[in-house]
């Protein structure tokens, strides 16, 4: 008995070591904060590839924090570094967003918006389609099932009369990468797809697609958020001068883009470089960034329309509850004080 005493005693402090172990990782040796920021090497993500490459957040945080950048390729891969306390802050797509404030309980919040729009439907170089009702007996790709494409894909079936034929409809959505996406057009193996920028522009440069939806006709007219600014709740409660700091600069970034377009482009190419080990074509480069917005509005009405049918659709198990998903005090404020329009 003794024995087994003083083993689940000894369970208990190895438990309470390494939560503050845990605890204590985001901070830096010199005990000041640490910020742990992650991001796509894309351009919807282009606030963080120009405030990374130019050192913009670092310096607003000056010496009270110091910035651990993190690369990631999937949505649902942030999602998972969140939960694991690895990540504080992260550009993200509204699909993986919705998924982890409901299966998290809200550990995470939307903070603000970051790109919108951007996202094409395509069909392959042989194959016309004039209505989305020839949609039917297609097979239509989307990069992953749950992200926005897939949402907007649907939203855009649902409304012509169509659903896929899991549903026991007659358009066949598959799965695949974005760069499988371009060798399955070019063989003949799928018939269409929705794809995100750059993506859209490579495959009408590369293998010679037509456009069924261009950005604008996709949903909304364009007006929906394709990548948000997300943060775990615990940090945003904690670190409110931090996230403050975090937002007055990723303002400041987008209005930067939004004026200086061409030496903005220099430099977020740059950095997909080298992240990717390869630049955009100038000509890849200017298509996409005229078929997206960058914007720090997360045009909540999307968010909430995408989290509805994600229930509609199975994705959720239910219509979630909502109500402290966003969290744009901090924003608005920032934009209180530079004298720009608050967002409601």
């Known amino acids: ?116 729009a951007g996202a094409i439907l395509v069909s392959r170089k042989d194959l016309e389609i004039n209505e989305i009702e020839d949609l039917s007996g297609k097979r239509v790709a989307i990069p992953q099932f749950g992200n926005t494409q897939d949402l907007s894909l649907r939203i855009i079936l649902q409304q012509n009369g169509l659903k896929d034929t899991a549903k026991g409809g007659t358009v066949e959505i598959v799965q695949a990468e974005n760069p499988d996406i371009k060798t399955l057009l070019d063989k003949g193996e799928i018939d269409a797809a929705l794809v995100p920028e750059p993506w859209g522009s490579r495959l009408i440069d590369e293998i010679g697609v037509n456009v069924v939806l261009d950005y604008n006709q996709v949903w909304r007219d364009g007006n929906y958020s394709t990548a948000l600014v997300i943060a775990r709740t615990q940090f945003i409660q ?85 109500k402290n998903l966003f969290n744009l005090n901090l924003l608005n404020k920032v934009l209180k004080e530079k004298n720009l329009d608050e967002i409601h």
Not at 53 to 73: L, M, P
């Open 1 to 116: 008995m003794k024995i087994t005493r003083l083993l689940s005693i000894l369970a208990v402090v190895i438990i309470l070591v390494l939560g503050l172990t845990a605890c204590s990782s985001s901070e830096n040796e010199d005990g000041n904060s640490k910020v742990r920021i992650a991001h796509f090497p894309n351009i919807t993500h282009s606030q963080a590839l120009i405030g990374r490459i130019e050192g913009k957040y670092q310096n607003v945080f000056e010496d009270s924090a110091e910035i651990e950048w993190k690369t990631f390729n999937a949505g649902p891969s942030v999602i998972e570094a969140i939960f694991a306390g690895e990540v504080d802050i992260g550009y993200i797509g509204p699909g993986p967003a919705i998924n982890g404030y409901v299966r998290s309980g809200g550990d995470l919040q939307i903070i603000a918006g970051a790109t919108n």
């Open 238 to 322: 904690e670190h409110p001068d931090l996230v403050e700091k975090f937002l007055r600069t990723h303002v400041e970034l987008t209005d930067y883009i939004n004026n200086n377009p061409v030496e903005a482009k220099a430099i977020i190419n740059s950095k997909i470089k080298e992240l990717t080990q390869k630049a955009l074509d100038k000509d890849v480069l200017d298509a996409s960034f005229n078929r997206l917005n960058v914007t720090y509005d997360p045009e909540m009405d999307s968010v909430i329309e995408l989290a509805n049918l994600s229930a509609e659709i199975g994705f959720l198990k239910e219509k979630p509850d909502l």
